[in-house]
């Protein structure tokens, strides 16, 4: 009897020491009471507490934490009713103001955030309200960390998850919008219709510019080869007229080799020169000789035929 006894005595000694054994895990806290009054916070590690005296108030969680609330009705500056609903991040920063700073900390976020959700709201239109979302957000941010400071909470971040207009204003905004992308589609075809002429108009112009450049081209071409081609003549005719010379100069010293007086030789040197003008030659030099010979033969040519 006596041995069953102590060994009772023994098991619920061991319990009670084990009892008095705590590990904590990371990214976790324990405040840690002595006779009711706070005293310490126990870190990652292993702790030993009084049996009876001591004991562990509260488990913080050192994480960062996300809270997402319901749907909040507020009322813009221009009376439009509408439910907005937010997400918060947040993360414990002190474990001993968590523990003893509020009775329920994520219900007293909540209430805080739907009043200050309505602060900034009802300063903004609905305009406003729908295009100024992270305005809202370092609003409320700012707000709530400041707030919350004393509960030894730290707010990381706010975002506001959904804006839920009434379906009036939602039907009212589908349609506003349908009709600006009608709009944007009928700048966007006038645009591609005026660069579609402009290209057109572009490509006449400059088809008008290479077809004025090839007639050109080819009026150049032609009067290089109607100059060449009268080149050409000219130079046929020259050559001639140098060949019909030197017949005559090869005749006529023919004929002085023959023993020919000079009104022979100066006749010839006439007909050459009559062979030479052809009849298109509008100036002629003639030598002194011929000249004086062509007057001798006038001057005969004009005596009386009754003179003898």
């Not at 705590?22 to 009711?36: K, M, N, T």
């Not at 934490?65 to 609903?85: C, G, L, S, Y």
Request: with cysteine; aromatic share 4%.
């Amino acid at each position: 009897m006596g041995f069953i006894l102590f060994i009772t005595l023994l098991v619920v000694i061991l319990a009670l020491l084990a009892s008095c054994i705590r590990i904590v895990p990371q990214a976790q806290a324990l405040v840690v009471e002595r006779l009711g009054a706070y005293l310490e916070t126990w870190s990652v590690g292993l702790h030993f507490k009084i049996p009876i005296i001591d004991r562990v108030a509260k488990r913080v969680n050192l994480k960062e934490q996300v809270a997402d609330f319901p749907p909040q009705p507020v009322i813009t500056k221009d009376n439009v009713t509408m439910r907005i609903d937010t997400v918060i991040f947040f993360q414990i920063t002190d474990s001993k103001l968590y523990a003893y700073g509020v009775e329920n900390p994520i219900m007293a976020i909540e209430n805080l955030t739907a009043t200050t959700l309505r602060n900034i709201i009802g300063d903004l239109e609905l305009d406003q309200t729908l295009t100024s979302r992270e305005t809202i957000n370092a609003k409320m941010r700012e707000t709530l960390d400041i707030a919350t400071d004393p509960w030894g909470i730290k707010v990381n971040r706010v975002e506001l998850k959904n804006i839920m207009p009434p379906a009036a204003i939602q039907d009212a905004m589908e349609k506003q919008m349908k009709a600006e992308r009608e709009r944007r589609e009928s700048i966007l075809r006038a645009e591609g219709e005026k660069k579609s002429t402009i290209l057109v108009a572009e490509g006449k112009k400059e088809s008008a510019i290479l077809d004025a450049q090839a007639e050109k081209q080819a009026a150049i071409l032609r009067a290089e080869a109607e100059k060449e081609k009268r080149i050409k003549e000219a130079e046929g005719q020259a050559e001639a007229t140098l060949k019909i010379q030197e017949a005559n100069a090869e005749g006529i010293r023919m004929i002085r080799e023959a023993g020919a007086d000079q009104a022979v030789l100066t006749i010839k040197s006439l007909e050459a020169l009559k062979v030479v003008a052809d009849g298109k030659s509008t100036k002629i030099i003639i030598p002194s000789e011929i000249q004086g010979l062509a007057g001798l033969v006038s001057a005969i040519t004009e005596i009386p035929k009754d003179v003898k």
